[in-house]
């Protein structure tokens, strides 16, 4: 199992799963501390993990602990299955829809800004509306449906006439299905969990301008994909140098640079698709062979 979980992981282009797996091992992680803590009659070991990982709703609490803007993002309600069950169904749906036509990266980013949008907007009303301060608990709060909404919202303005099938109802575009979420939560902006629906609307909105300032040539999660290239640059096994001197026949150089134009097209579209990092050594070759002609 593990295998095949690490197998699916390091798949290029293969942004969605990776933030789904991400999502359920800290889920696990997260549910056996919590068993553990209580069967032990130890809870407070389990909460202390907790604070350090959700947002809290005083911005006073939040600025000292800063980092949980994106660790609220991966964090579920570990006394249900329902909750991070839904959020990962709904962003698999969506975000291989996204990575089909804007590739991982802007998925992860896309992520990141939704949970950010949806962290910044809870700590904006708790903070400056009388009405969420009383009513919003200062425990803090967990989950990844504002970065969903984030992606659900950026691939229905993206293609808002796509149709998913869904079940009961057959095909449904899913602009409405975004409409759908963004109406619910904004009706439930002031119900039983305030807070939440308003992290939603923080994700949707982000969705929306992303892609909007994406249609114009601005990419808002390019600093995003920086840092994430800068993170596994670090993590990278660097390969020893080795350089070595031969002759190539005169016959193996003239094999190598008949590379067609068909060829090449195909190998754009595949760094298109999934990066550099995607080619194999051979194709790697080709396309430094045709840049020297």
Same mark, same amino acid.
């Given at each position: 199992?593990?295998?095949?979980?690490?197998?699916?992981?390091?798949?290029?282009?293969?942004?969605?799963?990776?933030?789904?797996?991400?999502?359920?091992?800290?889920?696990?992680? $997260?549910?056996?501390? *919590?068993?553990?803590?209580?069967?032990?009659?130890?809870?407070?070991?389990?909460?202390?993990?907790?604070?350090?990982?959700?947002?809290?709703?005083?911005?006073?609490?939040?600025?000292?602990?800063? /980092?949980?803007?994106?660790?609220?993002?991966?964090?579920?309600?570990?006394?249900?299955?329902?909750?991070?069950?839904?959020?990962?169904?709904?962003?698999? /749906?969506?975000?291989?829809?996204?990575?089909?036509?804007?590739? %991982?990266?802007?998925?992860?980013?896309?992520?990141?800004?939704?949970?950010?949008?949806?962290?910044?907007?809870?700590?904006?009303?708790?903070?400056?509306?009388? *009405? #969420?301060?009383?009513?919003?608990? =200062?425990?803090?709060?967990?989950?990844?449906?504002?970065?969903?909404?984030?992606?659900?919202?950026?691939?229905?303005?993206?293609?808002? +006439? #796509?149709?998913? *099938?869904?079940?009961?109802?057959?095909?449904?575009?899913?602009?409405?299905?975004?409409?759908? #979420?963004?109406?619910?939560?904004?009706?439930?902006?002031?119900?039983?969990?305030?807070?939440?629906?308003?992290?939603?609307?923080?994700?949707?909105?982000?969705?929306?301008?992303?892609?909007?300032?994406?249609?114009?040539?601005?990419? /808002?999660?390019? /600093?995003? =994909?920086?840092? $994430?290239?800068?993170?596994? %640059?670090?993590?990278?096994?660097?390969?020893?140098?080795?350089?070595?001197?031969?002759?190539?026949?005169?016959?193996?150089?003239?094999?190598?640079? %008949?590379?067609?134009?068909?060829?090449?097209?195909?190998?754009? +579209?595949?760094?298109? +698709?999934?990066?550099?990092?995607?080619?194999?050594?051979?194709?790697?070759?080709?396309?430094?062979?045709? %840049?020297?002609?």
């Amino acid at each position: 199992m593990l295998e095949e979980f690490k197998n699916a992981f390091q798949r290029p282009n293969n942004g969605h799963v990776q933030l789904i797996i991400i999502n359920v091992v800290v889920y696990l992680v $997260i549910a056996v501390i *919590f068993v553990f803590s209580t069967a032990f009659q130890a809870p407070g070991f389990f909460e202390v993990i907790h604070h350090q990982l959700a947002i809290p709703a005083p911005i006073v609490e939040f600025i000292q602990k800063p /980092w949980t803007v994106i660790t609220y993002a991966f964090v579920h309600d570990w006394t249900g299955i329902f909750h991070i069950l839904f959020n990962m169904l709904v962003f698999y /749906w969506f975000g291989k829809l996204f990575v089909e036509y804007l590739g %991982s990266d802007k998925l992860i980013a896309v992520y990141f800004l939704g949970a950010l949008a949806g962290g910044v907007a809870y700590l904006l009303v708790y903070n400056l509306i009388p *009405f #969420y301060e009383a009513r919003i608990p =200062t425990g803090g709060m967990v989950g990844a449906s504002a970065a969903v909404y984030a992606v659900v919202v950026a691939t229905a303005t993206l293609l808002p +006439d #796509y149709t998913f *099938f869904l079940l009961f109802l057959g095909p449904v575009r899913i602009k409405y299905i975004a409409g759908f #979420y963004i109406i619910v939560s904004f009706l439930g902006s002031v119900g039983p969990n305030e807070g939440g629906n308003v992290a939603h609307l923080g994700g949707a909105l982000i969705g929306f301008l992303y892609i909007k300032q994406l249609q114009a040539g601005v990419n /808002w999660g390019s /600093w995003i =994909t920086a840092i $994430i290239e800068f993170i596994k %640059s670090l993590f990278a096994p660097k390969p020893a140098v080795k350089v070595t001197y031969r002759k190539q026949s005169t016959t193996k150089k003239a094999a190598k640079s %008949s590379v067609s134009q068909a060829e090449i097209d195909t190998i754009l +579209d595949k760094i298109s +698709d999934g990066g550099y990092e995607s080619l194999t050594k051979d194709e790697k070759e080709k396309l430094f062979n045709a %840049s020297k002609k």
